[in-house]
């Protein structure tokens, strides 16, 4: 494995009960100046924000609000988040919600602390260097955005999705009680265990030499999400399943199966180029492209393809080869995606291949991608191609 230094600031508190317990305590750790960002109001209409209006209130809380945040997080709601940040001089950002607010509000907090434009960390101009400190209450399970430094927000305006990642931007502390996520739609819900997996899957195919474990680790998460996801998608009231499903969420991308590893994440910047254009679902994006992605490289990846085929998705190896054995693994991971309702094709949204070269260019925007196997733009053209139906 590589040589790696692992750090995880964040204070994870997990399940019934932690919010009243101890919100109150973790918030008068950073001031009293809070600014709330959520999404369109669902935290309203369950009560989770009269549940966090009375706990603030009741620590002397002034509290300032940032509403709407979009489901692939626009960067000119960050821009309204830092401006109240600054003008009122905000000491806590609070984001609750799925992982599109939680990325909005670690932009908001690194936004605060800078004098320019916050897109320049996402184009690479400038790095986070300072941060307001941030809390989360997470709603629903998909990102990991909880327990990690990462951040993804659009330029609606350029038509670019970008992420960056900072140690500066781990949030303090984060809040997961699966019964949150109770409320969650089936089709969020389908996403979200798409996006889970493609996390795992983004580790998985690592360049880094002997990492057994990681590689366990990683198979015992996917096995466990394949096992709950159809019982969840079936009785969306499966508190149980909510649970697991939340667990692995967090555990896919805050570090642990990461550690000495070198993922590829090719598939990450192909679908942000896809919703940068389309603004579909980032899970469903996933659950389309990940599949081809496999396929595509199954030459350069034969190997870590046809042991994820036999160890999670039961492949029996006899009398084929290692090609074989992949691309069987392949499929059973597009069966298993369609039989719990995740899009199998850009066709599903209605996407044609109009803008195949645009979205193929946004792609590589920093120069080719992924490390299984190096890709320009023509392989990435390729790629897209092959999801359209």
Known sequence: MNPFRFHNPTVLYYGAGQIEAHLADEVRKYGRKILLVYGGGSIKRFGLYDKVMGILRDAGC??????GIEPNPRLSSVHKGVDICKKEGVELVLAVGGGSVLDAGKAIAAGAKYDGDVWNF????????DALPLGTILTLAATGSEMNGNTVVTNWETKDKLGMGSPHLYPRFSFCDPANTLTVPR????YGIADIMSHVFENYFSTAPNTPYQERMAEGLLQTIIETAPRLVENLQDLEARETVMYCGTMALNGMISMGTAGDWATHAIEH??????DIPHGGGLAIVFP????YVVDDAGDKLAQLAIRVFGVDPSGKSKRETALEGVQRLKDFFRSIGAPSSLADYG???????????KAVTFGPIGRIRKLEKEDVERILRACLN
């Open 62 to 67: 002034q509290v300032f609000e940032l509403a």
């Open 122 to 129: 996402y184009m690479r101009k400038d790095r986070v260097k």
């Open 187 to 190: 089709d969020q819900t389908v």
């Open 273 to 278: 180029a896809i919703s940068a254009i389309y």
């Open 292 to 295: 081809r992605w496999m396929e």
């Open 351 to 361: 996407i044609g291949g109009e803008n195949i070269s645009v979205m193929a260019e």
